[in-house]
């Protein structure tokens, strides 16, 4: 692994994302990492990921919307847990294969954790893609209900447009798990009645550029207890860290 310095983010429309000056400043923190390297992969479509996934010198690689699902199909394993859950964050080179892990699963119970939300009645899920499926999975493992919204209805998922007051009732985690409102199109949010929340309800939004987004900006209109995506993107990438770096030692 020691010859294999280049490491990076997989994704599209990342230039926003805080990964490479996060782990730029791991390596360079550490004087015997000092030469190693982390850049952005910004694709198109996942296809391209061919022309540089057998690169002798690749450690390591982050992957994120909207390629957690469709990356799976370009490795030789997937960890049991990333299997469960349906999506892949973290690509490690071992022995010569491309093993995939799910670290958000990680991050996301920790920020949970780190900002004493105990107690969950319910969880929302807003949005169908990968970071979705590890919400779902957080609540399969833990017997917490959830539903499923989207603009769109389908077998599994309700539309915004069905959504009632009951949704609300109780300690509601409600978790936008879409890119809606990332940096630059700031004015945008969800598709959900925000004036039928209360108090009791949890504001997740898992998108962290900008800070306070306007899902959350209307969360706390409410009075609702709110938190972005940062502190679960940096405990997630700390794991990350954890399972490239346990070569090095």
């Not at 015997?32 to 990921?49: A, G, K, T, V, W």
Request: with cysteine.
């Amino acid at each position: 692994m020691r010859n294999r310095k280049q490491f990076g983010l997989i994704g599209r429309d990342i230039e926003y994302s805080f990964s490479r000056k996060y782990f730029l400043e791991k390596f360079n923190s550490n004087p015997n990492l000092s030469e190693y390297n982390y850049r952005n992969f910004d694709l198109e479509s996942i296809d391209l990921i061919k022309d540089f996934i057998d690169d002798k010198d690749l450690g390591g690689l982050n992957v994120t919307i909207p390629y957690k699902i469709e990356v799976i199909e370009y490795l030789d394993e997937i960890s049991d847990e990333a299997k469960e859950i349906g999506a892949v964050n973290t690509i490690c080179f071992e022995d010569g294969k491309r093993i995939g892990y799910n670290t958000d699963i990680y991050g996301f119970s920790e920020s949970l954790k780190a900002n004493s939300i105990n107690r969950i009645d319910s969880v929302i899920v807003l949005g169908t893609g990968g970071a979705s499926k590890t919400v779902i999975y957080f609540c399969k493992k833990n017997n917490i209900q959830f539903k499923i919204l989207s603009r769109k209805k389908s077998k599994d998922c309700l539309s915004y447009k069905e959504i009632n007051h009951s949704f609300f009732e109780g300690n509601v985690l409600i978790v936008n798990c879409t890119p809606i409102g990332t940096h630059p199109k700031i004015n945008e949010c969800p598709d959900i009645p925000y004036n039928q929340l209360n108090k009791e309800n949890i504001l997740f939004d898992l998108v962290y550029n900008p800070p306070e987004t306007l899902f959350i900006k209307k969360g706390k209109e409410i009075g609702c207890k709110t938190l972005n995506g940062y502190e679960m993107l940096k405990f997630q990438a700390e794991k990350s860290w954890n399972l490239w770096t346990k070569s090095f030692k």
